[in-house]
């Protein structure tokens, strides 16, 4: 029998397999003083500043945290499940926006997640036939080059039409199966 060609699949980290956003909800909770609600108006956080020392939540998002927040970030659902039963078919490989760091290998090796890890702005340059993720732009871009862009059901991309969502990681391989990408 022959065997089938695997193909490439990109993951997004931040909002698909981790939750980033989440973990960062929970620190600003515990540790910062704001008052202006929170998740509610995720485009518009990243300036909303402590009382307590007048820094943006961006700059704990990104710097002051950001180390602890690659390192103790839950993994959502369950994901490393569902990725380590996608390899009998795909490789897999992971594609972030986050800065190059050590943290973030770390987290995959520590979770048992399979695959290899790309940081890359452009999302558009990791060859693979689908991409999931929770950023609008990212999916549009990979629909313009005609591949498959799974929609990964986020506050921020709730309201756009894509041909394939999931609300759950859980949902992965169905949905890679309705693209007619799993043999
Ligand atoms: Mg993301």
Redesign the pocket.
């Known amino acids: 029998m022959r065997r089938h060609q695997k193909k490439n699949i990109a993951i997004?980290?931040?909002?698909?397999i981790c939750d980033?956003q989440g973990h960062l909800s929970k620190l600003v909770a515990e540790r910062l003083v704001v008052t202006e609600p929170y998740l509610e108006k995720y485009d518009q956080i990243w300036h909303v500043k402590d009382k307590k020392t007048n820094k943006s939540i961006a700059n704990f998002a990104f710097d002051d945290w950001k180390d602890e927040l690659h390192r103790d970030a839950p993994v959502l659902g369950n994901a490393v499940q569902v990725i380590n039963d996608l390899t009998s078919d795909f490789n897999i490989f992971y594609v972030?926006?986050r800065l190059p760091d050590q943290e973030t290998n770390k987290w995959l090796t520590k979770h048992g997640f399979p695959g290899v890890l790309h940081f890359m702005r452009d999302k558009t340059d990791a060859p693979c036939s689908a991409i999931v993720?929770?950023?609008i732009h990212?999916l549009r871009a990979y629909e313009k080059k005609y591949r498959i862009a799974v929609c990964?059901t986020?506050e921020w991309n709730k309201n756009e039409r894509f041909r394939y969502r999931i609300d759950a990681i859980e949902q992965l391989p169905q949905a890679l199966e309705n693209a007619g990408l799993r043999p």
């Open positions: 997004d980290i931040d909002g698909v980033w972030t926006a993720d929770d950023y990212n990964f986020q």
